[in-house]
């Protein structure tokens, strides 16, 4: 047993001595990574850089809008009957007075030769008792009755030419007309519907704009309008009118604007938007919108740090964490409120691989092309 624990002993003894020897190594190896780790230089990243732009920049006002055609309403008789004549097609222009519906007026008519002949007899029997007052053949009572039965049946007469012009449906103004809704034989009720009648060019654009807006608007601003019929066209036109009274309900005040309808392209009804165009400019900063980042405490963007290339031998510029308060965008350009100043260069491409103490190297090859007006392809 004695035996036993002193070899024990004796290799306890022989045992710690090379254990300790391998930990020394291994620690000292450990170190040298460590220290190698330390003295090695990450290369730097390749990134573009776009300088950050002042721009003259015209405000503008964007809603949406209704187009209301200058004149429009739906054709209605004023007096009931029959569809006798239709002298129109559905979809044709018409000018001011051209004849669309005739209404049967054949009683009229009859009524209107009874009444003339009436107003002929009268008017013979008031002159003949002209002749006779002058001379004082006749009392003054007698000539007043004359001339009022000629009065009354030249009244009869225009009565009747009045109910003939009524169910005799011409149109009130110049413009295209609908889709008919009458057929010859019907018979209409007073105050239905015949055809639709609009005027095409120019047009009304009606639209909304908060009471902010107010001081800023005037009569004679240019506005721009777009509509999904026609992709890339531009319609122009100007304010024209600007409603006196605030909507109580939502704050808004109404605006019209009157526009050429390039030959009927812009219908009454249409939605479209609405782009108005304030007199005055402002300078502002402009930077590429890819190169903001997001974060919980705000924006910001990587900048870089013009004296920074090759100090202490290492390569690259260094990229300054620059916070920044961001304002309107435009196409692919954002605005820098504050924060950074005309020709700063701000990493554009690239941003994702960027940390505070990265280095980077600035290549344009692949440099995309950025615009105030993008227009993308395949949209």
């Known amino acids: 047993m004695l035996k036993r624990i002193l070899y024990t002993f004796m290799g306890l003894l022989i045992a710690i001595p090379i254990a300790g020897s391998l930990v020394g190594i291994k620690i000292m190896q450990f170190k040298a990574m460590g220290d190698a780790a330390a003295q090695q230089v990450m290369p730097p990243e390749t990134v573009n850089v ?35 004549e239709i002298h129109f097609e559905a979809g044709s222009a018409v000018n001011a007075g051209d004849l669309l519906v005739q209404l049967d007026v054949d009683i009229e008519l009859s009524q209107l030769r009874f009444a003339e002949a009436t107003a002929e007899g009268a008017a013979r029997i008031f002159k ?86 107010l001081g800023a608007l005037s009569r004679g601003l240019k506005v721009s309008v777009t509509s999904d019929s026609y992709p890339g066209q531009i319609f122009q036109g100007e304010i024209t009118a600007i409603e006196p009274q605030v909507n109580m ?44 980042q997001y974060s919980a405490i705000g924006e910001y963007v990587f900048v870089i740090d013009e004296e920074s290339e090759n100090v202490q031998g290492m390569q690259g510029l260094a990229v300054i964490h620059q916070v920044i308060e961001l304002g309107i965008s435009r196409g692919d350009f954002i605005e820098v409120i504050n924060g950074l100043k005309p020709g700063d260069r701000v ?33």
């Open 50 to 84: 776009e300088a950050v732009r002042q721009q003259d920049w015209q405000p503008k006002f964007t809603s949406v809008g209704t187009v209301v055609a200058k004149q429009g309403i739906v054709v209605r008789n004023e007096m009931e009957g029959v569809v006798r």
């Open 128 to 213: 003949r008792a002209s002749e006779l007052f002058e001379t004082n053949s006749i009392s003054e009572a007698d000539y007043s009755s004359t001339d009022t039965a000629l009065k009354e049946a030249n009244a009869q007469v225009d009565n009747i030419n009045a109910v003939i012009d009524k169910k005799t449906i011409r149109a009130p103004f110049s413009g295209q007309l609908g889709i008919r809704r009458i057929s010859i034989g019907q018979f209409l009720d007073k105050g239905s519907q015949l055809v639709s009648l609009q005027t095409q060019d120019p047009v009304y654009v009606e639209f909304s704009l908060p009471q902010q807006r």
């Open 249 to 292: 309900a939502t704050r808004n005040v109404l605006v019209q604007a009157t526009m050429e309808s390039n030959n009927g392209n812009l219908k009454p009804g249409m939605f479209v938007n609405v782009q108005v165009d304030l007199a005055r400019s402002e300078s502002k900063l402009f930077i590429p919108a890819s190169s903001v």
């Open 347 to 379: 990493i554009s491409t690239g941003v994702f691989k960027i940390r505070p103490e990265t280095r980077v190297v600035i290549d344009t090859v692949l440099a995309p092309e950025f615009s105030f007006n993008p227009e993308p392809e395949n949209t």
